[in-house]
């Protein structure tokens, strides 16, 4: 079974100070993982995924991941936070051996202090 | 631009009573999905389906059927509220197997049940 796990439900950090979000995830075959943002009373859009391919992805909005497979790790990293950063992002896993279901962490909320 | 249209927006809901949340996309895409977004926990999968014809139970099903009978819709039923199912409710798409692996959200019915 496939799971995700973000530390820390909340994060704050200082307009133009680096932004680090981490999440963790297990899977039994080779994952896709994903990284969302949701602003206020609205639905899910994608920041940036991760396909097999290039380990490092960047992303919408200046955000970046980077995939390591000996960590099982996914963290989403962005150099400098800016005021309309503050949202709630969610990592995802959904594998790649034919149930296709996305399975998300609890979510990080992300504060951005002026 | 449609993508994924979700109805109704918000709802009150006596408990005991019968309730069919809509969700129409059209990308053509084969997967789809529903979750619930409840404080703390994220983003759980209710029901997914892969292909017109065909559901599966995700984290959550209990009190929740759906169907697939075509390509574009998958409504989501809830047989006898619960207040326990008071929650936001997301639909989703993605073109998986294969294609960009993304997936797109709806904007979400918010569901009260009293």
């Known amino acids: 079974a496939q799971s995700v796990t973000q530390l820390g439900s909340h994060v704050s950090v200082s307009e133009g100070a680096l932004v680090l979000l981490r999440c963790n995830y297990s899977s039994s075959v080779p994952p896709y993982l994903f990284w969302y943002v949701q602003y206020p009373n609205q639905g899910l859009q994608l920041l940036l995924k991760?396909?097999?391919?290039?380990?490092l992805v960047k992303g919408i909005n200046g955000f970046e991941a980077e995939f390591k497979k000996s960590e099982t790790s996914f963290h989403l990293t962005k150099p400098s936070a800016h005021m309309s950063d503050a949202a709630e992002y969610f990592c995802a896993v959904s594998d790649t051996s034919g149930t296709y279901k996305y399975i998300f962490g609890t979510g990080t909320r992300l504060k951005v202090l002026a | 631009i449609a993508g994924i249209t979700q109805a109704p927006t918000s709802q009150i809901l006596a408990a005991g009573r019968r309730m069919t949340l809509r969700c129409t996309q059209d990308?053509?895409?084969?997967?789809m999905y529903w979750y619930r977004q409840d404080l703390g926990l994220g983003l759980r999968l209710i029901h997914y389906s892969n292909t017109a014809g065909t559901t599966g139970k995700g984290e959550v099903p209990d009190g929740y059927s759906v169907s697939r009978a075509n390509t574009d819709d998958f409504p989501l039923t809830l047989a006898s509220a619960v207040p326990s199912q008071t929650s936001v409710y997301f639909c989703?798409?993605?073109?998986?197997?294969?294609?960009?692996?993304?997936?797109?959200f709806g904007q979400g019915t918010r569901l009260t049940v009293v």
């Open positions: 990308m053509r895409h084969n997967a």
């Open positions: 989703a798409s993605s073109d998986l197997p294969g294609g960009t692996a993304e997936a797109f």
């Open positions: 991760y396909t097999s391919a290039a380990t």
